[in-house]
C-alpha cells in the first residue's frame, strides 16, 4: 500500500511539473513559419516603387544572397502592393549579402527594367535586423 501511494504521489508530481511547463509561453519553441526566430540575423528588404515600373502582370522575386551568389533564404514572390520582405539566416556570419530584383516576366507583359542590387558586407550579428533598399526603373543600364 505504502508502495502504490509512493507512486501516485511521484506521478502526481511529475503531471503538475510537466503541466506547468507546457503552459509557460516561454519555454514553447514551436514556431509558424511567419515568425522570426530570437536570436538569428533578420534581412529585411524593401522595394521602393516608381509609379509604371513594376505591374500587376510582371512577376518578380527578391532574392538574398552571399558573396558566390549562393541563397541565404528562399527567393520570395514579390506580390503587387507588398514592398517590404523579411528574410532570416541563422548567425552570426561574416561576409556579404546582397539583395536582388529578379524578374520572370510572363510573355505578354515583357518590359525592360533594371535594379542595381543592394551590397552589404561585415559581420551580421544575431538579433539585428540590416535594411535593403532596391530601386526598380524602365531605364537599361549602359
Given amino acids: 500500500m505504502k508502495t502504490t501511494m509512493k507512486l501516485f504521489a511521484i506521478i502526481s508530481f511529475a503531471l503538475i511539473v510537466l503541466g506547468a511547463n507546457a503552459s509557460n509561453?516561454?519555454?514553447?519553441t514551436s514556431k509558424t513559419p511567419d515568425q522570426t526566430i530570437p536570436g538569428n540575423i533578420r534581412y529585411s528588404v524593401t522595394i521602393h516603387v516608381t509609379p509604371g515600373v513594376i505591374i500587376p502582370k510582371m512577376h518578380?522575386?527578391?532574392v538574398l544572397t552571399d558573396q558566390n551568389n549562393r541563397r541565404v533564404a528562399d527567393a520570395q514572390q514579390v506580390e503587387f502592393?507588398?514592398?517590404t520582405y523579411q528574410f532570416t539566416e541563422m548567425g552570426p556570419v561574416s561576409g556579404i549579402r546582397v539583395a536582388h530584383l529578379i524578374e520572370t516576366t510572363a510573355d505578354d507583359a515583357f518590359m525592360p527594367y533594371s535594379c542595381s542590387p543592394d551590397i552589404k558586407s561585415g559581420t551580421f550579428r544575431n538579433g539585428v535586423t540590416y535594411m535593403f533598399?532596391?530601386?526598380?526603373?524602365?531605364e537599361i543600364p549602359e
Fill in 60 to 62: 518578380f522575386y527578391v
Fill in 81 to 83: 502592393g507588398k514592398w
Fill in 25 to 28: 509561453p516561454s519555454l514553447n
Fill in 133 to 138: 533598399n532596391l530601386y526598380p526603373t524602365r
